[in-house]
């Protein structure tokens, strides 16, 4: 069966409840049996829920029916509820199973910070959301595609548990059994003091922390192995985010949450990279890609941690500005917004500086098809990386999104926030390659927004003005990358772009990579998404070079090349028309791979208030199954027949064998009379 | 099913021949010898059956379905040809060892006689032969669901548990009688033996119609059943004494020295 079902994921001491869970929890160790329900609309929810007569049931519903109040219910009547099956089809017209207030407790607006601006109190960013994600439920909660066996499902229960004018349902029935047992329990402090506590030379380890890696470069880059304040060097971060979640981890796709950011900071790394050949400039620009951002900022904490405890290349003295790219896809007219921190701007030199960038920024609009606008002045920032920035210093800064109060988007971490909510959609007539070449207008638009994000990067970091309209973001590079992120991950360009030797990033199946941060790994292999961001940034950013592939391993020995300013990735390459081997090259790049795992494991400070403390459960596997079970009469009749029989034959023997003298007395042997 | 579908259905298959066990047999260790030496016969001849079985599948057309029908026939008639050879040939060791064991004894009369020796087998295969039969169905009869999800009949298991108790106490009558008519050289009641066996096997081919292949083998059994009775020295007499409690003015009246 392709079936997948949420990993439990446990987080941090809640300011209002104690512990908080994610999705089900308390699946049992044997497996979770009950007879299958297909609902049908709301109203159909009386049977599992009350009428049914033979609970528990296992309920299989479509994702329309995949509602907040239809689980509460469900969730309340937990005894009659053996679990949950979602076949997702249709997107309802919102959904979001995030809570109203993302990360609220690790950003920078805390009690302390600003006590008007605390918990969303002006403004609430996820109206629509329903919190589902958070909530604990005591059944396992599965997500299986629309495929044939799913069709085998339903037709087990129309054959044998459909209810005919209300009269009683004949055994046998179908049921079905959910295998999903997790073996985290409670909150992390206790799941990770139970994993330490084991002390045998291969500790069974019942969680693992959430993170990643970012992706970092920078346009001049520095010795990766000083770290520590650089003197005289000022820096601009553009900084996006790459990961997002759903309710079902698997399936989180992000399109409008992430993706729309990532890809547009990857398209102006490129627009910038090329014109910035020539010009060195007074400021340096950090492009980076934060991972683990949806789970309290997981990356951006870590990269925060390290500059303030020199562990990084740069701190945060030399920080100068910081530029954000939210949610900038699904706009709701013409302009986009940019969001800034009221409580810092206070601060004449902060402020000075926001209006310098605004400035920067509205001026690159010129000659494009948008606008940027500023919002209200009390409005605090939405849940962005740049936040826990400002949680260490008051650093100036602008987060750019297309909403100007609450998301635009209305399926924030949902599984519907996909390819189709971009309204990227491509004629029908064309063959896959043909798609990937197509220029979409979301594609457009994004290119827009990156054109005037490297205009504002390049006079940032002051550059020439008479330069600025020579940079403009490549459309084509847009459309590819929105098509491989969203759409095909399998396509020509990205494995020209790619690596051969990750076999994470092999890509053999078509569909998009999985966005969801996943477990920090000890050996040092990051995510698909990972690698596809890191190569694409090196490619567009980097230079290709001339080095063998045993020279791109250990470049250190030739004069020119160094491993401590760049990194050098060997990359596929195209495949020329008349021969069949790849033209693999090697690309000198300063992309580098940072660790991204929240400071609070490294601390060994599990009820972190300040870090993120997700983990996620360890489970054994994760399998269903379908079969007939039989009344529980018969079941007994069985047992007492066989009890009856049993104690029958006790008897009958006890009997036979005292007689046996007796009865078998009739043919005498005179010599041998011995029994 | 569930545990409580274990449990009943291993009674109904096993309550007889653990019944018998208990009472009869578990008191005395030479009959619990040679209550697993008839087990081991029957196992041999099951080893056999096997081997041919193995060799003819893989030699034969897996796709054509009325060549495996055909095969599991002739798999079953064999297998039933080699058990009661094997019986024969446990008979043969058995008479063999009687000698020697009354040479070895102290004591004039045999520790056990050829009557009691033919029950004791008689169990002993039953017991292998319906272990065989019925323990993959018990394992499988522990999980949650039921057979019929392919569209087959739920009853399987219950019926296959009173086939197995009718083959139990099937084999400890065909042991009685099988050993009886050796003793006597009644070589037509020996056949009989034979084809009744075969019959019961081959009426299982009715499966699964339960109802066909079960109400015959118990009227066998109960036939079966009736003539071992009769061979081994019980009579219509003998049975209304004991039923009417009058046994005891009869061991009296007819008392011998033993």
């Not at chain 1, 069709?151 to 179908?174: A, M, T, W």
């Not at chain 2, 060791?93 to 102290?106: C, Q, R, V, Y």
Request: a neutral charge; one cysteine or more; hydrophobic letters at 40%.
């Amino acid at each position: 069966m392709t079936g997948r079902g949420p990993g439990t994921i446990i987080g941090f001491p809640h300011k209002r409840t104690s512990i908080f869970f994610l999705s089900c929890v308390s699946a049992s160790i044997s497996g979770d049996t009950g007879v299958i329900h297909v609902l049908e609309s709301e109203a159909d929810l009386e049977w599992p829920l009350s009428k049914g007569p033979n609970p528990p049931y296992m309920v299989l519903l479509e994702s329309s029916l995949f509602t907040k109040s239809i689980m509460m219910k469900m969730k309340n009547a937990s005894s009659r509820v053996a679990g949950v099956v979602v076949v997702p089809k249709t997107s309802p017209p919102e959904f979001s199973p995030h809570t109203t207030c993302p990360n609220e407790n690790t950003g920078v607006y805390t009690e302390t910070y600003d006590h008007n601006l605390a918990h969303c109190n002006t403004t609430v960013w996820n109206p629509r959301g329903n919190g589902l994600s958070y909530e604990e439920f005591d059944f396992p909660v599965f997500s299986l595609k629309e495929d044939n066996e799913t069709e085998v499902i339903k037709q087990c229960y129309f054959d044998h548990n459909r209810v005919v004018n209300g009269s009683g349902l004949q055994y046998p029935l179908c049921a079905m059994q959910l295998f999903s047992h997790m073996h985290a329990v409670t909150d992390t402090a206790t799941c990770m003091r139970r994993s330490s506590m084991d002390f045998s030379t291969s500790p069974v380890m019942v969680c693992d922390p959430l993170g990643g890696y970012n992706v970092c470069a920078f346009i001049r880059p520095y010795n990766s192995t000083a770290f520590g304040h650089k003197e005289n060097e000022s820096v601009v971060i553009a900084a996006a985010r790459l990961d997002s979640k759903a309710f079902f981890l698997e399936d989180s796709t992000g399109a409008e949450g992430s993706v729309s950011g990532f890809v547009t900071l990857l398209a102006a790394a490129q627009a910038l990279c090329e014109a910035t050949q020539e010009a060195p400039r007074t400021r340096n620009i950090l492009f980076a890609f934060f991972h683990g951002e949806v789970f309290d900022y997981i990356g951006s904490s870590r990269m925060v941690y390290d500059m303030k405890n020199n562990m990084f290349v740069i701190d945060l003295d030399n920080v100068h500005s910081i530029l954000e790219i939210g949610q900038v896809a699904v706009r709701s007219g013409t302009n986009l917004f940019l969001h800034s921190d009221p409580v810092s701007r206070r601060n004449n030199t902060v402020h000075d500086e926001v209006t310098n960038l605004v400035k920067n920024l509205q001026s690159s609009t010129a000659g494009l098809n948008f606008s940027f606008v500023e919002t209200d002045f009390s409005q605090p920032l939405p849940p962005s990386s740049f936040q826990r920035f400002l949680r260490a210093r008051a650093i100036p800064g602008i987060v750019l999104a297309d909403h100007q109060t609450d998301f635009n988007n209305r399926y924030y971490e949902s599984f519907y926030d996909n390819a189709a909510h971009l309204n990227l959609t491509y004629p029908s007539n064309l063959s896959p390659e043909e798609q990937l070449e197509f220029v979409t207008d979301t594609a457009k638009s994004l290119t827009e927004v990156a054109t005037a994000v490297a205009r504002t990067l390049f006079k940032q970091a002051g550059g020439n003005n008479s330069q600025v309209n020579k940079i403009n973001a490549d459309p084509k590079t847009v459309t590819q990358m929105l098509y491989g992120f969203l759409v095909r991950s399998n396509n020509s360009w990205f494995q020209v772009l790619g690596s051969s030797l990750r076999c994470v990033f092999c890509l053999s199946e078509p569909n998009p990579p999985q966005y969801y941060v996943g477990v920090a790994k000890s050996s040092h292999q990051a995510n698909a998404l990972t690698y596809l961001v890191q190569y694409l940034l090196a490619n567009l950013t980097g230079t290709a070079t001339n080095l063998t592939q045993s020279q791109c391993k250990k470049p250190d020995e030739l004069p020119n090349e160094s491993t401590y300013l760049y990194s050098y990735l060997w990359v596929q390459g195209m495949v020329p028309p008349n021969s069949t081997q790849r033209e693999s090259f090697c690309v000198r790049t300063a992309v580098r791979l940072v660790k991204a795992v929240s400071p609070a494991f490294d601390l060994g400070d599990y009820v972190s208030k300040e870090y993120s403390t997700w983990t996620k459960s360890q489970w054994k596997f994760i399998k269903a199954r379908i079969f007939l079970v039989a009344s529980r009469d018969l079941e007994m009749l069985t047992l007492g027949v066989g009890v009856a029989v049993l104690f029958t034959s006790l008897l009958v023997t006890y009997f036979v064998s005292t007689k046996a003298d007796v009865l078998f007395s009739s043919v005498r042997e005179p010599n041998n009379a011995a029994y | 099913m569930t545990a409580s579908v274990f449990f009943g259905c291993t009674f109904i298959a096993f309550g007889p021949a653990i019944a018998l066990f208990l009472f009869t047999i578990a008191r005395d260790p030479l009959r619990v010898i040679f209550l697993i030496a008839g087990a081991f016969f029957w196992l041999c001849s099951l080893l056999l059956s096997s081997l041919v079985w193995f060799i003819t599948v893989q030699i034969s057309n897996k796709e054509s379905s009325s060549q495996q029908k055909g095969l599991l026939i002739f798999g079953v008639v064999l297998s039933v040809l080699l058990q009661e050879t094997c019986r024969f040939g446990y008979y043969k060791l058995l008479k063999k060892a009687n000698e020697g064991l009354l040479m070895l004894s102290a004591e004039e009369t045999m520790p056990i006689s050829i009557r009691q020796l033919a029950y004791v087998s008689g169990l002993g295969f039953g017991f292998m032969s319906g272990a065989f039969s019925m323990v993959n169905i018990l394992a499988d009869s522990v999980g949650p669901g039921t057979i019929g999800i392919h569209g087959d009949s739920q009853h399987y298991f219950l019926s296959s548990a009173f086939m197995t108790m009718a083959i139990i106490l099937l084999h400890m009558f065909w042991g009685v009688v099988f050993f009886d008519s050796c003793e006597k050289q009644h070589w037509w009641s020996l056949a009989v033996v034979v084809i009744s066996h075969l019959l019961v096997s081959c009426l299982t081919f009715q499966n699964p119609q339960y109802v066909g292949s079960l109400v015959p083998t118990y009227i066998i059994v109960f036939l079966v059943g009736l003539w071992a009775f009769f061979c081994s020295g019980g009579s219509l007499r003998n049975l209304k004494l004991c039923l009417t409690c009058k046994d005891k003015d009869f061991l009296l009246a007819n008392h011998r020295p033993r």
